[in-house]
């Protein structure tokens, strides 16, 4: 169906696709792996036309083509979906599906052919969309089926598409694999980019694995393995299973009574929620994002103003309700929060500057003439030991932390809060946006933490982490404590029956 | 490109984008470019009358581009600068009316206090309605500045004026707290040129503003929280705290034109002296890249424009002085289209695949 020979392209000094070969065949799912920045995107685009190569060819049903831009890959057959989707809210899906190749005359526009042929669409592939309901009223798995849509009703036989399962829960995906296998089945051919491991082996049925611009493996699902692919994506031997022993838990380090948030509108987020964190375990919570996670985490670090809390929030049996994010610090509470680039970074200060974030006023980094001014030795110093312990690339403490992949900064702000000696760790999300090469190792900084007797508290959407990382697993629900399940028996969809239900 | 290189790119090509649209616009007027540019930039530059009236006039516009350049840092767009000069003027000149008698020892610190404390507190209070109400700072510093200018007028009208003198001033400040002119100490630069003290202050103003930014925790502090607020939160930096904090000290940069103008300059307070230092302090600081050095270098720039511009009003046929409206306002174009080039170029970088 589609095939890309020999494909070139550079950015300036990044040579982001080096001879790439890339055969599709017609009828099947062919997932394309790799780590952040290994070409694969790049490759795709290529094949859509929005960029051009700078040598080699694009074959489609065997025919070389010149494809100069999306029209142009459209007009063969080939349609891609985003990772971020590019629907207009406020219009309906029929609206939004016919929008660029408007039905009808110049002056009039002809919505009912248009819905009566996505409504037959959307049966034939079992969609469950209405053309008539506008985008804002859809959820995120919805709107992304309008966006299978829109290429269907182009006509394409083929469809790319970019980290489709980011934005969707454990239960969503399903259902999207389940129309991806659909399709397949009515002749279609699917390019799905990704880098989970688990969703490659589960829905495609050719992979092909770049690294670095280059195509490094190219191998039948049915013969493969996730330790094989990572393998290939890394080029290394990865653990993909999180080592660790028994926790040896201490006292209770975090205590939380009867807590409730409410948001700047006044609407509830976290609902009378009651736990414990003990030193040495880790405790995590699951859930779907937007279940209030994100409030309690922020709560716990003193970043939301005491009014809006209700409860108690004690820490070694000290009450922390009014206290702020500076005083619990010096207590001993680090903080690696979900989003690296809205909370934990100043994009773009240097790695030497973030690497004092929160310890930038007092001794040894604020010492000299009272404390007033930064020793810059002692800045360069803790930024080099952060590097260095955690393998920070490239290692260049004056480079702007934005230069940075997601992997590195998280390892930069994971090194900093480390430097806090933490008695109790609050972390979200740790391997969001990460190369599975930095997703072993932060995980086992965690284990390790835990060991030297750190309560940890862990969020994370990905159920495989936070299964395999907590001692003690919580899940959360609509602001409330659904249940807790031990992680060693519990099985996913007693889990994710909790996480959706809430009972 | 070295990084040094790459903040004056943009700095450069605004300034000689400036000089093509002017020089075109002098040949639509009929007159010749080179020549009106030699009048420019030569009676800018000549010694002792160019080079000292062009730093008498930078003075002021160091001031308030480092003002602006504070609010900047933390995030803030200080637009009161003008407000800020023009009660801290007053509050100078009537330190100086009040406690005439003095010595000089003490008359000159305590008038450089109300000028600094003046400024800071017309400045902090913007900063303060920000940090407890939210009421944003654009729209308060600008009706400050209506308020400041109305305040020290009526004070000046009804309290202070030599009475039967048609000028909207004050009475002159005792001769003890005047400070003294350049020209005292630099052989070939006659005393009559008003470039004084101030200059000397406000490039140790610069330095300052630099080690308080980047070498204090205070102003990682500021510039913190003006590059990423929620992070600064994050790290335990009261963001309200650093409102206040940067308003205050922008203030107080303000304010210190008033030493420039009453100390050393005029000996009184003057209704008008301002020739917009405030708001020319904003293109100051924008084209100076938000930097100390860089305001140094746009202040001299500017005001050798302004003082150039006088004597191309003089000698040129068709060209008037308003061509230094132009240059500047060309620049200004061009340096905050700078957004716009980064966008349209950064478009292709790999970085953004």
Redesign the interface.
Known sequence: MLELRQITKRFGDVLANDHVDIVVKPGTIHAIVGENGAGKSTAMRIAYGFYTADSGEIIVDGQPRDIKSPHDAIALGIGMVHQHFMLVETMTVAENIVLGAEPGTSLGLDLKSAGAQIRQLSEEFKLAVNPNEPIEHLSVGQQQRVELLKALYRHARLLILDEPTAVLTPLEVEEFFAILRRMREQGKTVIIITHKLSEVLAISDEVTVMRDGKVVGRVQTKDTNAAELARLMVGREVLLRVEKTDAEVGSPQLEVRNLSITDINGAKRVDGVSFEVRSGEIVGIAGVEGNGQTELIEALAGLVEPERITGEINFEGKNLNALGARIRRELGIAHIPEDRHRRGLLLDFSLAENSILGMHYRPPIAAMAGGIFLDENAVQRRASEIIQAFDVRPPNAALPARALSGGNQQKLIIGREYRVDPKLLLVSQPTRGVDIGAIEFIHRQLVGLRDDGCAILLVSAELEEVTSLSDRLLIIHDGRIAGEVDPKVATLEEIGLLMTRGH | MSKLARELLFPLIAVVAAFIVGGVLILLVGDNPIVAYRLLLGSALSWPDGIGYTLFHATPLIFTGLAVLVGFRCGLFNIGAEGQLYIAAFATAWVGIIFANLTSWLLIPLCFAAAILTGAFWGGIPGVLKAKFGSHEVINTIMLNFIAVALVSYFTQYHYKVPGDPILQTAEIGPSAYIPHLGRFIPGLPERIPLNIAFLLALLCCLLVYVFLW????G??I??TG??P?????????IRKQIILAMSVSGALAGMVAINEVLGNRHRYYDGFSDNYGFTGIAVALLGRNHPVGVILAALLFAALQHGGIYVDGFSEHVTKDIVQVLQGVIILFVAAEGFFKWALGR????N?
Request: hydrophobic share 40%; net charge positive.
């Open positions: 070498r204090t925790k205070w990682y502090e510039r913190a590059s990423n929620f992070a600064a939160e994050y790290g335990g930096i009261s292709r970088l790999p970085w695949v």
